[in-house]
């Protein structure tokens, strides 16, 4: 299929040019695994490019429908957990022992893209424009939204009036409690997956498996600080619509003052929310109250549904103010089965709950010993000469141990610290009775990828007998970005050929040094910026006489070489060159 001129970043037409004017996306980017290589061509109309967002369920690339001649988004079922892929094939390789597993997500995947698909003419939700199985594994298709996240417009805006965000979040919400109405809860609403179209509608994305949304699973957990509910960070306590509940009223409460409610575990030990002042009083006494009927931590007092808390929001007759009965602990849930898209979580979970084992209590302070060392007559005597043999010998022993723990801690790590390959891992073949060799049971040892640059380490041919995978990136302060902090499989333990091995890479320090963008332009700022680890944010113009027109004068706020968090927006000034004389 020809698509010559087709940018597979953001499937605008680039013409003759190896790099994207709009979005900087260079042709022939290498494949990142296991994500599908950008051209790929699925059911021989719907071109693959580049992934823009990736969680414990699957990962969702930018597409082109070429029978619509338009951009869609398409969501693959790839639990990195459970599966794999290899270069040059896009057929999923599930890992070893996860096939039910798998096969079971699997069709929660195909169920939640027939529900939406029910839901697709309803305004806030995103359409279906196809589902099918291909490469061992599904896809759903969905309409391309022309907009931005509703996290990107706040942090631009600051915050909304209710004025403006009455209409923009009562048909969401009404589309919410319709999902729920057919059993089907999204677990993940947040800013980021809500996106404000052009037309200035909101849009909801990110449907997916619950368990992608919750501890404890199964799928690599993806959890929204300030959005999540309680009950999502542990087993205990139902999960069902008012956990949407919770997130939709932090959502509103970021829309309204513009700061993001504190993650749900600090706030079940500090339940109070601070609005300030000038932003409550502009705000309708029963929305306030609506807010923190909704965002009750303890599920037993929470808002329970999205219809409740619709009513609450249009109505402006004040809650009763009845005391209630302190909430009883829930009790665990017994399993059952499986309900569709979600079901499961309203009532009880679907899966049995892992058995934990109890550590042994630690073992009682040895009693000291109750001789007395005092008593001369009890000691021997020693004689100056062996005295001295004896202290020599100590204190030869000491400065050998005090050598030996330096080149532990020092000289060793300083000599390994860029050290970026291992000896090829040692293949261990057992035999069988009659001295033949089985290829079942050839074992390999699984090397120390910790400290190690992913770079290094992914496509590497020296690991072609392991599937290592990205499972996720963080910050960490002790690892450059880039360096892997840990892997799934032990070191030096001994697998089969094949054995998935999830490792966990640097995002590297939380904290950025801005760099000194005066001087250059918007575009060149930018980039420089998002190397950096940081953003651009508002783009004020005055004139100069000194910095020519489209060149920033100045930051607004912070100078460079200043430290700050890891994507933040930096506001610079523009210049809007010379001013001409009337």
Known sequence: MEFKGLCLGCMSNKGASMECPKCGYVEGTPQVLPYLEPGTVLKERFIIGKHLSANGEGVTYIGYDVSANKKVTVREYLPKTLCSRVKDDNNIIIASGNKLVFQDYLQDFMEIGRALTKLSSLPSIVPVVDMFEANKTAYIVYEYVDGKPLDEIIKRARRFTWEETRPLFLPLISTVNSAHSIGLVHFGICPENIIMTRSGTLKLQG??????????????????????????????????????????????????????PPDAVSRSYEPRLNMPADVAQNIPTHVVTALAGGLQVNIETRTHSMEELKNQLTNPVPRRTEAKPAPAAPAPAAPVSAPSYGERYVDEPAYPQPVRSTMPAASAQMNRSARDYDDDDDEPEISPYKYGIISGLIGF??????????????????????????????????????GTESEATVLYRVPNLVNKKWS?????????????????????????????????????????????????????????TVPNIIGKNVEEASKELEKAGLLLGDQAEEYSDDVESGKIIRLNGIEPGKKIQAGSMINVVVSLGKEEED
Not at 229 to 235: D, N, R
Not at 466 to 473: G, K, Q, T
Not at 495 to 511: E, L, R
């Open 207 to 260: 449907f997916g498996s619950p368990d992608a949304h919750l501890a404890e699973t199964e799928l690599t957990a993806e959890f929204y600080d300030g959005f999540s509910a309680i009950e999502q960070y542990s087993l205990e306590g139902k999960k069902g619509k008012w956990t949407d509940v919770y997130a939709m009223c932090a959502v509103l409460f970021y829309a309204l003052t513009g700061k993001r």
């Open 397 to 434: 022993v000491v400065i050998g141990v005090i050598a030996l723990i330096c080149l532990n801690l020092i000289v060793i790590p300083m000599m390994n610290k860029d050290k970026t390959e291992d000896d090829d891992p040692t293949t261990y073949v057992s035999s069988q009775a009659d």
């Open 456 to 512: 290094n380490v992914d496509g590497n041919e020296k690991y072609s007998n392991f599937y290592i995978r990205l499972s996720e990136e963080v910050y960490d302060e002790t690892y450059e970005e880039g360096r892997i902090i840990s892997q799934s499989v032990e070191a030096g333990s001994t697998v089969t050929k094949n054995t998935a091995i999830s490792v966990v890479v640097s995002k590297g320090s939380k904290m950025r």
